[in-house]
Structure formats: structure tokens, C-alpha cells
């Protein structure tokens, strides 16, 4: 839990200044680098771990994505955005998180 406290409180400053496409590249980073299985993957899937690392890349992303909503859809920055309420939520939480088992 200590690890992803850390990994979210460098998301939170982002997305408290509205920089969404900063919090999804920060957090692929994060992902990218906190998993050990990460080189065991195909190349076209490193090639878009890497490129998803990149705020500009997810600013492009989340323009297109926006364009794209039709109808009842919601868009990727709407949801992202949502994440901030999460966080908070995990960083209040205390203990070591817990598995169901099975």
C-alpha cells in the first residue's frame, strides 16, 4: 500500500492543476516501471507502454477521445479526472491492504 501511496501522491499536484494528460502518463510510468513482468511482454506492447509514458501523447489521446463521444458515452478526461476522489480515498485508507484468498 506504501508503494501505491507514493505513486498517487505524485499524480495528485497534476490533477489538481487540471493536468489530466500529466496524471495518465505519470501513472503509465509508474505502472511501467513498478512491474517486473513488464519485459516478458511483446515488443508492439512495450513500444506502447513507452509511448503512453509520454504527456504528449496523452493529451492527443484524451482531444481525440473528446471528439469521439457520442450519445450517453463519457469521455477518457471526464473519468480520469474522477480518479482525484479515489485517491483520497486510498491515501485515508490504513493497514496493509487485504486479499480475499482464493
Not at 499524480?11 to 511501467?32: F, N, Q, T, V, Y
Not at 517486473?36 to 506492447?45: D, G, K, L, N, V
Not at 492527443?60 to 463519457?74: E, F, I, K, P, Y
Request: net charge positive; aromatic share 4%.
Amino acid at each position: 500500500m506504501a508503494d501505491f501511496k507514493n505513486v498517487i501522491s505524485r499524480a495528485e499536484p497534476l490533477l489538481a492543476r487540471g493536468d489530466i494528460a500529466g496524471a495518465m502518463a505519470g501513472l503509465a510510468k509508474d505502472a511501467r516501471d513498478s512491474d517486473t513482468r513488464a519485459q516478458a511482454i511483446s515488443a508492439p506492447y512495450r513500444l506502447l507502454s513507452q509511448i503512453m509514458t509520454r504527456p504528449i501523447v496523452c493529451r492527443a489521446l484524451l482531444w481525440t477521445d473528446a471528439r469521439m463521444v457520442r450519445g450517453d458515452d463519457c469521455a477518457l478526461r471526464d473519468l480520469v479526472a474522477a480518479f482525484g476522489t479515489e485517491i483520497a480515498a486510498v491515501k485515508a485508507a490504513s493497514g496493509p491492504s487485504r486479499s480475499t484468498g482464493t
